[in-house]
């Protein structure tokens, strides 16, 4: 029989639980409607405990993504805020789930996890305000629509609802997206929270919101 995840304070399940593995990994978990940053716990071969302050319930679907590209999928079996445990549709290779990151050739950095968003934001480079809708962020960066231009290279300040305004650097600009890289990374308890608001989708667009399946 496939193990389910620990339950919280279940010694009885922790000693049949020969493979589980205490660790703290900052993951994506995406369900049906959305992306969210959350912590693995506790990971065995057939399940893992996860910390969310986003509200998920018991029988739902859901993803987890973790900084290395490996996914897992499965249904949550329980629900005890601010964690869930995940049952795996399929018992995993742990080792497999912990190998290192891989590395961005080009930057010499680990890939970014992603979170999508549709949030209104302002953009001052030299003085001048640019307004854009926040696509997608991460604890490193953003990408962003922008109504002005921009280009590699250019020091920015990103004002997001909700958030603290960030010093950014402009790495990319494409098409009216622009991708830019944090001088400082957000904390993963500031981000977190902001991501159980509604500030995260607040702006007026064509599109609903869905899970981010690219990571950078």
């Known amino acids: 029989m496939t193990p389910s995840p ?58 987890v993504e973790l900084k ?17 445990g995940l049952r795996f549709d399929q018992p995993v290779d742990i080792s497999e789930l912990l190998k290192p990151p891989v590395r961005n050739a080009a930057a010499h950095l680990p890939r970014s996890l992603r979170l999508a968003t549709r949030c209104p934001v302002i953009v001052r480079r030299d003085g001048h305000l640019m307004s854009g809708v926040l696509k997608d962020i991460s604890l490193g960066g953003a990408r962003i629509s922008l109504s002005g231009t921009a280009r590699a290279g ?21 098409s009216g997206l622009v991708g830019l890289a944090f001088s400082e990374v957000i904390a993963f308890e500031e981000l977190s929270r902001w991501l159980s608001t509604e500030q995260r989708q607040t ?14």
């Open 154 to 174: 250019d020091q920015v300040m990103l004002g997001i609802p909700g958030l603290d305004s960030r010093r950014a650097t402009v790495r990319w600009a494409k």
């Open 203 to 216: 702006a007026v667009v064509d599109e609903p919101l869905s899970p981010t399946r690219q990571s950078s």
């Open 68 to 84: 290395n590209g490996a996914t897992v999928e499965g249904v949550v079996v329980w629900s005890k805020h601010p964690e869930i």
């Open 6 to 63: 620990l339950m919280p304070n279940d010694s009885a399940m922790a000693q049949r639980e020969a493979r589980l593995t205490t660790i703290l990994l900052i993951a994506r978990l995406s369900t049906e409607s959305r992306d969210d940053l959350c912590r693995v716990r506790n990971l065995s071969s057939g399940g893992m405990r996860i910390e969310t302050l986003s509200p998920v319930s018991m029988g739902a679907r859901a993803s």
